[in-house]
């Protein structure tokens, strides 16, 4: 299976690294490394994540590489990362808006 990213959770990933990688650069590139494990494991698992709470839609689901919430939409050809978000900010349904 395909996994693509939306330009918001390319944003959002780029934003949360520069604001990691300011204060401890090694932990940022640390952290990228295993979010991008974690999407690439979409591909063959694209169930993997559990449903975002918050939706409980089975079609977006999220997994979590800590603090931040991926979050993606599966369908029958591929995934969709749709955003990254940290764990303490707030839900906003229209970055999952499909």
């Not at 299976?1 to 932990?27: C, G, H, I, N, Q």
């Amino acid at each position: 299976m395909k996994v693509v990213w939306s330009p918001l959770a390319e944003r959002r990933t780029a934003e949360a690294f520069a604001y990691v990688a300011s204060d401890r650069p090694s932990a940022a590139v640390r952290w990228l490394d295993r979010l991008l494990d974690a999407v690439a494991t979409l591909a063959e698992f694209p169930d993997r994540g559990r449903a975002v709470p918050e939706l409980q839609r089975p079609d977006i689901r999220e997994l979590i590489v800590a603090p931040y919430r991926v979050m993606y939409r599966r369908d029958a050809k591929r995934v969709v990362v749709l955003t990254v978000r940290h764990g303490r900010r707030q839900f906003d349904a229209d970055e999952v808006a499909t």
